[in-house]
């Protein structure tokens, strides 16, 4: 009998993601996480922060792709997780101004979906993701 492996924390998948970007990124990409919420986000630093341009629900990697600078942001969860309501805001803002913007709770789903918009070389052949997110 197979023992499956526990789902991966959301940092994990972050990692991965972030790995496979930088091992496979598709020619000019531009990825990164902004450091945005957490902890620095609580309190009196909250209004401060704001103030300096931090923004609530902004997704877990953001990545700039030419040839246009298409922005694409995409929100992590661990299995089974489901986005704030800030987080789903942040995503119909970025797809209301023309970039693309999905939410995932899998590291299958996060490679097929970075795949299918050509932003990772090759492909992992993993489970297609749906939408035109």
């Not at 998948?13 to 990124?25: C, D, E, K, S």
């Not at 957490?38 to 309190?43: A, D, F, L």
């Not at 990697?61 to 992590?76: C, F, R, S, W």
């Not at 661990?78 to 209301?96: L, M, N």
């Amino acid at each position: 009998m197979m023992v499956k492996a526990p789902p991966l924390a959301e940092n994990e998948i972050q990692r991965a993601v972030f790995a496979h970007l930088r091992t496979r990124g598709a020619p000019g990409v531009v990825a990164f996480h902004p450091k945005n919420g957490g902890i620095h986000q609580r309190g009196r630093h909250r209004g401060i922060n704001a103030g300096l341009g931090v923004l609530s629900g902004v997704a877990d990697v953001i990545i700039i792709a030419p040839p246009a600078a298409t922005v694409y942001a995409l929100e992590l969860k661990k299995r089974g997780g489901k986005p704030s309501d800030e987080q789903i805001a942040f995503i119909e803002a970025v797809e209301k101004a023309g970039g693309k913007a999905h939410w995932v709770d899998t590291l299958d789903d996060a490679l097929a979906w970075l795949e299918w918009h050509g932003l990772l070389i090759g492909s992992t052949r993993r489970a297609a993701v749906g939408g035109e997110g």
